[in-house]
Each structure stands twice: as structure tokens, then as C-alpha cells.
């Protein structure tokens, strides 16, 4: 899978390639590098030209785009999709149970998650920067379609970079649309498969219209912007209300179809 990528200042700082099953292609992602006054002016320069994916666009709300999208209808609500969330060597990601963060593990960290709801994750033991923090969340917007019984072996992959996290201490905000590529537009270029391929794009596009042209948008991962007032008990609204999470050792032993 590639991704689409947007970065810029961020909106508020608070206190408080996957390879895809067989015959699927694979996802990925693009980037935007703009300020904020350069972001709101590309959104309001491109407002006469509606966004093709759901109607929707980047800056969108947490949750709206995957919410118009379980409103279609299909084999979506209930569907548990696999997500692998990889970062910089040493760092460690916690994500949400019963109202607070769970113990950190090490990445990569496979999970299944709902299309739908918005997940928070704490990224901690971040390299050369001990003791700061990062939120960033992932929303699922569409799922992919492996063998019966073979879900767990192609999650969407979320890669979290060195340059991500430390653009986020520095009080940027990044959007990343990961997306499955369609074969037509695919890059003729030989590509590492240990990383996900990013693309840049003009600050005049959006990072979600940008993907839905490339392929078929699969999840949004924003990263940098709030932080918890009380990291010990940061509250629901902070953790999107606690979606339900499958860990990779529950998820194993889910139904074949992962589907609740």
C-alpha cells in the first residue's frame, strides 16, 4: 500500500506497500507540505470541485469519511480489519482499553480495528527524544478482501516515521491517506519493500482526493495536534470513546470472517 501524506501547522495544540492477497495491488500514500494559511486557501480554492471519495475531503472531522462510508452499505459495519502499525526502531505504541491506555509494546503492532469509529493510539520511547509523546489516531475507511481464514496475514500497514513524530513535537500536524493502487496509475519505479512508498503532492491538493485518484483510500492516520491534560486519564472524548480493538492474540481467534 502507498499513502498521501499533509503537512502543515497545527489547527490546535492543546493541553489538554503492503503487498496486497494475490490479486489485490498495493497500497499507498502522498504528501502535502503547506502552512496553515496556504491549507486554508487550497481548500477554499478547490471548494467548486467536489472531492470524489464519499464527498468527502482531508479536512473532514475525525470519523466523517468512514462514516459515510459505512452508511453504503455492504460487507463493511462489523468488520474487523487487520492494521500493522510500524515506527522508528526502540519506540513503542499503546493503544486504548476500558477507558485508558494499555501497556506499551514494541513495533511493529498488528491489530484489528473497525471501520468507522476513530482509534488513539500514545506513541512513547521515541529515539533522541525520551519522555515526550506523541497521539496520533487511525481511521479505517474501507477494508480489504483476502482468502477466508488468511485476513491476519494482509493488515493495512501504518508506517509512523522519525520525521512524523518529530514534526509532531514541533507542534505540525500531519494527514496521511494509505490507499490500495490501482494498476493504472501505478509509478513505474522499483520500490523498497521494507517502506511505504510516499508520494508529494502540490499543497494545492488534497490528500484524500489526491488518493482516491491513485487507488481506493483504505485508512487516515493523523498525527500531531492534541495532547491529554492528564496523560493518566485522558478522558473519552480524547480517546474517541474507546472503539472496540481486537489485539493480534484476540483476533486470532476471532471468526474466519473477522466480522463481529
Not at 475525525?62 to 463493511?76: D, E, H
Not at 484489528?112 to 475507511?141: K, Q
Request: charge should be positive; hydrophobic fraction near 40%.
Amino acid at each position: 500500500m502507498k499513502r498521501v501524506s499533509k503537512r502543515e501547522f497545527a489547527i490546535e495544540i492543546m493541553s489538554s506497500k503492503l503487498r496486497s492477497p494475490r490479486n489485490e495491488n498495493r497500497l499507498g500514500v502522498t504528501a502535502i507540505a503547506c502552512g496553515l494559511a496556504i491549507c486554508l486557501f487550497a481548500h477554499a480554492s478547490s471548494a467548486q470541485e467536489p472531492p470524489r471519495h464519499f464527498l468527502n475531503a482531508g479536512i473532514l472531522a475525525p470519523g466523517a469519511t468512514a462514516a459515510t462510508k459505512l452508511m453504503r452499505g455492504g460487507p463493511i459495519p462489523g468488520y474487523f480489519q487487520p492494521v500493522e502499525v510500524t515506527g522508528p526502531k526502540g519506540a513503542t505504541v499503546s493503544f486504548v482499553g476500558e477507558g485508558q491506555f494499555l501497556p506499551p509494546t514494541s513495533m511493529p503492532s498488528k491489530s484489528a480495528m473497525l471501520i468507522g469509529p476513530v482509534y488513539r493510539m500514545r506513541i512513547t520511547n521515541i529515539p533522541l527524544h525520551e519522555g515526550e509523546e506523541v497521539y496520533p489516531t487511525i481511521e479505517v475507511v474501507d477494508r480489504l478482501y483476502p482468502p477466508v481464514g488468511e485476513e491476519l496475514k494482509f493488515p493495512i500497514p501504518i508506517e509512523l516515521t522519525q520525521e512524523d513524530l518529530e514534526l509532531a513535537l514541533a507542534g505540525k500536524f500531519i494527514t496521511r491517506v494509505v490507499y490500495l493502487e490501482d494498476p493504472r496509475a501505478a509509478y513505474a519505479r522499483k520500490e523498497d519493500p521494507k517502506r511505504q512508498y510516499t508520494i508529494e503532492v502540490s499543497r494545492r491538493e488534497d490528500p484524500l482526493v489526491t488518493a482516491d485518484h491513485m487507488g481506493r483510500p483504505m485508512a487516515i492516520v493523523r498525527i500531531g495536534g492534541r495532547t491529554p491534560v492528564d496523560a493518566g486519564n485522558p478522558g473519552a472524548d480524547f480517546l474517541y470513546n474507546c472503539p472496540p480493538l481486537l489485539r493480534i492474540e484476540q483476533a486470532k481467534n476471532a471468526p474466519r470472517s473477522m466480522a463481529r
